[in-house]
């Protein structure tokens, strides 16, 4: 072990005991392919490096190393590489003395040369064929060349020439659901996970922060929020999910050094399953919970920080302790909202109905552009400052045929008063620009096409525009614009949606709101810096229409509109004035 580290001088399994059977399963002739899904800083490059050291001595092949960027493999060469072969006297007989054999990023062995590369390199990756193929943090490869397959296929290929005897060690921490290292946890045969036993009950189990059944888990005082306090003071526990029993660090660690591996869908200890049905590929999969340099404190004041940053809309935190503390994939289905919060705002009106014309001061739609067809929304808009505003109609049209079917015919209030769309704004963005342009023009003085920017100095402006666009053709007559700032209206509507249906300045829903609709709400999140972000395959045409529509709103100023004044309908007889009528002197 490397002297700066935690654990210096020889390797010690008994340092994570959790280890020892993932390192026995590599030494297994039949098993080609090893996943190790696991959290940073846990012993996933120990177990490589160990590997590496019992080949180089026991069967000697070619291997090769490749991580995420070119530093990276020049330091894991020229630092800990040498400098187990150094150290260890068994070792440091398989080099050969002289200096030339040990580059910035090759080591080359009495019997083996082991090269080193990284992932953005596609000739390291591609020009070589090995026996030993080791893949450390998968998830954070990233190719910078389109022409060519990824990373971790390339260096797959390299094995061919040794389709019996090679050896494939992927580790890393997960990302996201189509991350490297989570596929190929997928396409293992068999997957393990490791369950500790109870110091007091013996009750086997796998640690679970936050048990779906309530029972056991992570705990500490429930009033207790500040991160800090909770990880310096140590304040964070668990609990035994069959009798109860509360863990400290120290019995943690007892409970983890008397626990095993096991097969997930066959609950058969690891390697009595691996010997009995020698499959080729195998995953293993743990958290922190059971790393003794992790406390538990550590873990449960970062799933505090990053609770309190989920709250607020910004998904990194929760993502990073996700991925860097429970060694799960983050499914981007994490939003500052819910659908049932949605629904809530719902109420009794049916889907075409406006409220009581005295509370309307405008009625306006949004359309979002597709490939092949037109989302939708119409919505009525109240006076004042609480820009209140309630959902009339919204779907999905095929045509603008359609679409004008739909925006320009009267709808009723609830009073039975009629109301016309008094302007319907249409995103023009993509392949179908000149075609909503011409509607536009088709539709002059009651429409605008639209265009939203993430980056924009004012909310909204309205851009003069001559020409269609990506052409020199003229639109006859111009056309005017709407250049919307979505991050501004975006932030808006996140504040508005979280208004309850009875308080002023609520986004009221009619009866008809699907749930469908009320997903495409709550899709979007913001990261870190603020920026919204929609999940890859995710649909947000509903937030995007509710974008441009709280965008019209401002434009046409339903914030500075005031209500008329109620009519009596007997109004006060103004007494004429008596007028006193005097003979003309002429």
Request: aromatic residues 10%; hydrophobic residues 35%; glycine residues 6%.
């Amino acid at each position: 072990m490397s002297d700066d580290g935690p654990h210096p001088g020889p390797w010690k399994v008994e340092t994570s005991l959790y280890l020892r059977d993932i390192m026995d399963a590599l030494a297994l002739p039949f098993v080609r392919e090893i996943v190790c899904c696991a959290p940073p800083q846990t012993g996933k490059t120990e177990i490589m490096l160990c590997y590496l050291a019992y080949v180089s001595d026991m069967a000697p092949g070619p291997a090769l190393m490749v991580y995420s960027v070119q530093s990276i493999a020049r330091k894991m060469c020229t630092g800990r590489v040498r400098a187990m072969y150094g150290l260890s006297p068994r070792l440091k007989r398989l080099l050969t003395g002289y200096a030339d054999d040990l580059s910035n990023f090759s080591v080359k062995l009495k019997n083996m040369d082991i090269e080193f590369a990284w992932a953005t390199s596609i000739s390291e990756l591609s020009n070589r064929n090995v026996r030993y193929l080791f893949l450390d943090e998968v998830d954070k490869y990233e190719s910078t060349n389109v022409k060519e397959a990824g990373p971790v296929s390339l260096a797959r290929k390299r094995t061919r020439t040794y389709r019996h005897t090679s050896k494939i060690i992927l580790a890393s921490s997960p990302s996201t659901e189509e991350g490297e290292i989570w596929l190929a946890m997928e396409r293992a045969q068999a997957c393990f996970q490791y369950a500790v036993r109870c110091p007091d009950c013996g009750y086997e189990h796998v640690m679970h922060f936050s048990p779906k059944n309530g029972k056991g888990g992570v705990r500490w005082p429930e009033a207790e929020r500040d991160a800090e306090r909770i990880q310096a003071d140590r304040l964070a526990s668990y609990a035994c999910p069959a009798c109860g029993s509360v863990w400290d660090d120290y019995k943690r660690d007892k409970a983890v050094r008397g626990g095993h591996w096991f097969e997930v869908k066959t609950h058969m200890e690891a390697l009595t399953y691996m010997r009995k049905y020698r499959p080729r590929s195998v995953g293993f999969q743990y958290s922190t919970l059971i790393a003794p340099d992790v406390s538990l404190s550590e873990t449960a004041g970062k799933f505090v920080l990053a609770s309190q940053d989920l709250k607020a809309g910004r998904i990194d935190a929760y993502k990073d302790w996700l991925n860097g503390y429970m060694a799960e994939p983050w499914k981007p289905d994490f939003s500052p909202r819910k659908e049932e919060s949605i629904l809530d705002l719902c109420d009794d009106r049916p889907a075409g109905i406006l409220p009581a014309g005295s509370k309307v001061a405008a009625l306006l739609a949004a359309v979002d552009t597709q490939d092949c067809g037109f989302w939708y929304e119409i919505r009525a808009w109240g006076y004042g400052q609480t820009c209140e505003s309630w959902q009339v109609r919204a779907g999905y049209v095929e045509s603008l045929e359609a679409l004008d079917a739909v925006l320009w015919i009267p709808y009723l209030d609830t009073m039975g008063q009629q109301h016309l769309v008094q302007l319907a704004g249409i995103d023009f963005q993509g392949h179908r620009a000149r075609e909503i342009y011409d509607w536009c023009l088709m539709n002059r003085g009651r429409t605008v096409p639209i265009r939203g920017e993430a980056k924009m100095k004012d909310p909204h402006s309205l851009v003069r525009t001559e020409f269609y666009p990506g052409t020199d053709k003229k639109i006859p007559g111009g056309i005017a614009r709407l250049n919307v700032n979505t991050k501004y209206y975006k932030d808006a509507l996140h504040r508005k949606l979280s208004i309850p249906a009875a308080d002023p300045g609520a986004w009221h829903m009619n009866s008809e709101c699907s749930t469908e609709w009320a997903k495409q709400l709550c899709v979007e999140y913001t990261d870190d810096l603020g920026n919204w972000i929609c999940p890859k395959g995710k649909a947000n045409h509903a937030f995007d229409v509710s974008v441009y529509n709280f965008c019209l709103a401002d434009f046409i100023g339903t914030r500075f509109m005031l209500e008329a004044p109620p009519v009596d309908d007997e109004p006060d007889m103004i007494e004429e004035r008596r007028v006193e009528h005097r003979p003309s002197r002429w």
